[in-house]
């Protein structure tokens, strides 16, 4: 909380009062060069990963319901009902499957090299 003298300061810099008053205060201190607690900062390589796990979980996912949809469809038109949803299920979970194999594969390539480049 913000002491009485920093309230007489900020009501007379122009600052005001409320929370967007205490947020603009906080900014200056921290300018001014007083300690002020950071948030503990996420590596990029976190962020990367994190990001291109989602993208990969979403791959995933579209396959498998690319697949339900084109086997649905098609059951449809050819009244072979739930047959080839079931084969659609299926070869959409194996393409995934494959899209997200192939992906661990080059990543794996990629740490093996970076590892090699670091022993060197």
Known sequence: MVGAHSAQRMAHSGFGFGPLALFTYACERNHLGFVVAEKPKISTQVHSAVGQGWVEGG?????????????????????TSPWLVIVGVLLGAYSGFMRVWQYAKIQGEREDEERRQRGR
């Open 59 to 79: 791959s995933f996912f579209g396959s498998l319901i690319s697949g339900a949809l084109l086997g649905y469809f098609a059951d449809r038109w050819l009244g």
